[in-house]
């Protein structure tokens, strides 16, 4: 199974060109699931996560913010929403969204979002999240990781696949944080990567991130995988980067996705749901 996390950087910068881009990068990828972050939707309109999921022939999971307003503020525009999202290969059947613990001074609607996927043999518990970003939020990120560590404990069971947990931590691997997750028994899938393994999500390379006074590339963008299942099942067989350069000239987002392949137990994938048929949930609550 083919897991993608990848935060889209919302609608800054050339956002129309990225879209674009970031479609490349998926359809290339070929995923059976992915976490999204910072994906903008407009009104009743148009929204990033169902326009790939067309695109790719994907279902989908939508989780908008409950609190845009902070963002809308940065590009002007109080038409533009942004949320959290799923892509997924199989059906989504269970659904369900935390919000994240936050002073009232720093709350701009950050989500978790749990979607349970209907995979040949076994469901799979999936998980994507967006934790508050700067140095001086640690101690939130802090708490929202223990919130998140509960919300997967709560909605794990029932199923043979360990619990899948995608997003932007913003935090560096080693912090506080992250290790909660794991303490947790939330392992970085990042430990299986090849040694020399590029691992900067938060790349200085790239010209969105260029302007960072000083800060270091650095990963802050993860997979977690729990203990496998019956014949390794979730084991994490390799990970790696994607989305870490230009695409026809033009950088798809501030962050690079990771990518993890995991042993699927000897259980072959579902074919890809056509694309008329793979709405999935959408607006009407899913």
């Known amino acids: 199974m083919r897991v993608v996390t990848w935060n889209l950087w919302w609608r800054f910068g050339p956002w129309a060109e990225r879209q674009k881009a970031i479609l490349a990068v998926l359809r290339e990828l070929r995923p059976d699931v992915v976490g999204l972050q910072e994906v903008w939707a407009v009104g009743d309109g148009e929204?990033?996560?169902?326009?790939?999921?067309?695109?790719?022939?994907?279902?989908?999971?939508?989780?908008?913010?409950?609190?845009?307003?902070?963002?809308?503020?940065?590009?002007?525009?109080?038409?533009?929403?942004?949320?959290?999202?799923?892509?997924?290969?199989w059906p989504v059947v269970e659904r369900a969204v935390l919000r994240l613990p936050v002073p009232g001074e720093l709350d701009d609607g950050r989500l978790a979002l749990h979607t349970r996927l209907d995979a040949p043999g076994h469901q799979v518990p999936f998980f994507t999240v967006h934790l508050t970003s700067g140095a001086h939020a640690a101690a939130v990120r802090r708490e929202q990781a223990a919130a998140l560590a509960r919300f997967v404990a709560g909605h794990r069971h029932g199923t043979v696949h360990p619990p899948v947990v995608t997003g932007d931590l913003n935090a560096r691997p080693g912090s506080p944080e992250v290790r909660l997750l794991r303490a947790a028994q939330l392992h970085d899938a990042w430990e299986h990567a090849g040694p020399g393994t590029p691992s900067g999500t938060w790349d200085t390379a790239n010209p969105y991130v260029a302007h960072a006074d000083g800060e270091p590339s650095t990963r802050i963008d993860y997979v977690h995988v729990g203990p496998p299942g019956p014949g390794g099942l979730g084991r994490v067989r390799a990970v790696r980067r994607a989305g870490?350069?230009?695409?026809?000239?033009?950088?798809?987002?501030?962050?690079?996705?990771?990518?993890?392949?995991?042993?699927?137990?000897?259980?072959?994938p579902a074919p890809a749901a056509d694309t008329a048929s793979a709405t999935g949930p959408g607006r009407s609550g899913w």
């Open 47 to 89: 929204n990033l996560a169902e326009w790939l999921a067309g695109e790719l022939g994907l279902h989908w999971a939508w989780a908008p913010s409950p609190a845009p307003e902070r963002w809308q503020r940065r590009i002007g525009d109080d038409t533009v929403g942004i949320g959290t999202a799923v892509l997924s290969r």
């Open 244 to 268: 870490a350069g230009p695409v026809d000239g033009v950088w798809p987002s501030d962050h690079a996705a990771v990518v993890a392949d995991l042993e699927d137990g000897g259980v072959a």
